[in-house]
């Protein structure tokens, strides 16, 4: 069973359109959680940290829920920029502290 | 941009030879832990180097070796190439303790033909 678990998508929304992406984890024991965005062949890059209390960074909001497991990203007012893949992440913070990575959702905002 | 340093950026290899990547670490930054990023996966951890010593290791066999300098730089050799291991190989620095940041280099495609 994968640590973490997505729906790879693809999305496709037209600009200002909201969209919400989950995942799920398997460990109960995961301490931390993250959003990272990773466009076309580059690296993956920090969008955000997951709190239980949520948290929101402009049309950005992450949520996570340790009961269900779940963690979701929102965002609002899509634009073109946002195209991208969306990787959900959890840290065990065992040992060494590696990162496991979902596969990805693929979003494309339309014009 | 993180400060964050791969090379090289692409290589083409055959089945059964080996290669070395190499990453450089952000300034200050004393853990490095490479991942392995095959084509429409997430990246999937390999091993973390602290104090120049491995820190922990994900499932992948022992042909995936590396090591970390004293200037904390570090690097990813593998042996006898597959063609599974086509993929993008990333590297990511980060402090001991904060580990929860990694900061990721722009990573080396790699083809083995």
């Known amino acids: 069973r994968k640590e973490v678990e997505q729906d790879p998508g693809p999305f496709n929304v037209p600009e200002g359109a909201t969209v919400a992406f989950n995942c799920t984890y398997s460990?109960?024991?995961?301490?931390?959680f993250f959003w990272y965005r990773q466009d076309c062949r580059k690296e993956p890059k920090l969008l955000m940290s997951?709190?239980?209390s949520g948290n929101e960074d402009g049309r950005f909001t992450a949520q996570l829920n340790r009961a269900s497991q779940y963690i979701s990203l929102l965002i609002r007012d899509s634009k073109l920029s946002d195209s991208a893949t969306y990787l959900c992440?959890?840290?065990?913070?065992?040992?060494?502290?590696?990162?496991?990575f979902g596969t990805g959702t693929r979003l494309t905002v339309i014009p | 941009e993180t400060g964050v340093t791969q090379s090289p950026t692409h290589l083409i290899k055959t089945r059964g030879q080996q290669v070395t990547l190499r990453c450089s670490s952000q300034?200050?930054?004393?853990?490095v832990s490479w991942y392995q990023q095959a084509l429409g996966q997430g990246p999937q951890f390999i091993f973390q180097?602290?104090?120049?010593?491995?820190?922990g290791r994900g499932n992948f066999p022992p042909r995936f070796s590396g090591l970390q300098f004293p200037n904390y730089s570090s690097e990813l050799n593998v042996n006898a190439l597959e063609l599974d291991d086509s993929a993008l190989y990333l590297c990511?620095?980060?402090?001991?303790?904060?580990?929860?940041?990694?900061?990721f280099g722009p990573g080396t495609r790699l083809t083995v033909l």
């Open positions: 300034s200050g930054h004393n853990t």
């Open positions: 460990n109960s024991a995961s301490q931390s």
């Open positions: 997951v709190y239980s």
């Open positions: 992440v959890v840290n065990l913070k065992t040992g060494a502290n590696n990162l496991f």
């Open positions: 990511a620095s980060s402090l001991a303790g904060s580990t929860d940041t990694q900061y």
């Open positions: 180097y602290y104090r120049e010593e491995e820190n």
